[in-house]
């Protein structure tokens, strides 16, 4: 099965929520820390308790590599808990010089296996198209983000008035010759996501920044449910798997993307 058909599978089945493994050895439940493997054993709770409701799983990398060798084991024992019907992405904010961006992309897809990836666009087209060459996966480009820097670059104004992220959604848009990209927009800019869904067209969109970071679910489902579009995964870290620090914590992250989900059909 292609990314982009393990996608659409969920989406049509209106799930729409991406869990993010973030996870943070000093965020765990405290009864886990003692385990012989406590960030593997902590994400195959966390992947039991969701995989039925869940869209898609981003694993940020950032989490795993900082604990070296042990850390990269973990990303590969995590990886093999996901159900392979399952989108996975790897949180990996890739992009290089041509050669350089060859190598990433056959560790990221041909290495670990992932479904699809995040990307960076700022050093152009070249860049990313060692990724854009593996049809049957789904490649992320950042066009406007959660954080607060996003004012620094992104939302820029260019000469002919444009923003410089709304050029970037443009070259996405010129770039899906494969029908592989989709772009990652920050949950927290409803009032910009608003105004550029005719720009993004049909592309899939990958939302953080909903939860801890600020961004409002009912917004983000509002805007894309009323331009009849459902090609949108809305990431959710903190506030899900980290939604509770007892034993019972399984139970309580299992009700809460349930949750999520009733929500977003609520809004159809």
Known sequence: MTAQQ????????????????DTDFNKIPEHLKNNSSPIVEFNKIIIESTYKEAAAYKINFAFYEKDGTKGIDNLYKTLELIPNDVLT???????????????????????????????HPYMGFDSLSPFFNYKD????ILALTSNKGSEDFEKLKLSDG???YQKVIEKIVEWNKN????????????????????????LPVLLPGVGTQGGSME????????NNSNQFLIN???????ADPT??????????????????KSLS
């Open 6 to 21: 393990k996608l659409q599978q969920k989406l049509n089945q209106n799930m729409h929520i991406c869990v993010g493994l």
């Open 89 to 119: 992405i790897a949180d990996a904010k890739r992009g290089d010089i041509g050669n350089t961006s060859q190598m990433y992309a056959e560790s990221i897809y041909n290495n670990f296996h992932f479904d699809s990836v995040t990307l």
């Open 219 to 226: 917004d983000v489902v509002s805007i894309f449910k009323k």
């Open 179 to 202: 029908q592989n990209c989709g772009l990652v927009f920050g949950a927290t800019n409803s009032s910009e996501l608003r105004e550029n869904i005719p720009l993004i067209q049909n």
């Open 236 to 242: 959710v870290s903190r506030s899900l798997i980290y």
């Open 137 to 140: 996966k789904l490649n992320f």
């Open 247 to 264: 034993v019972n914590f399984a139970t309580t992250t299992s009700q809460t993307i349930k949750d999520y989900n009733s929500l977003i």
């Open 162 to 164: 444009k923003f410089l």
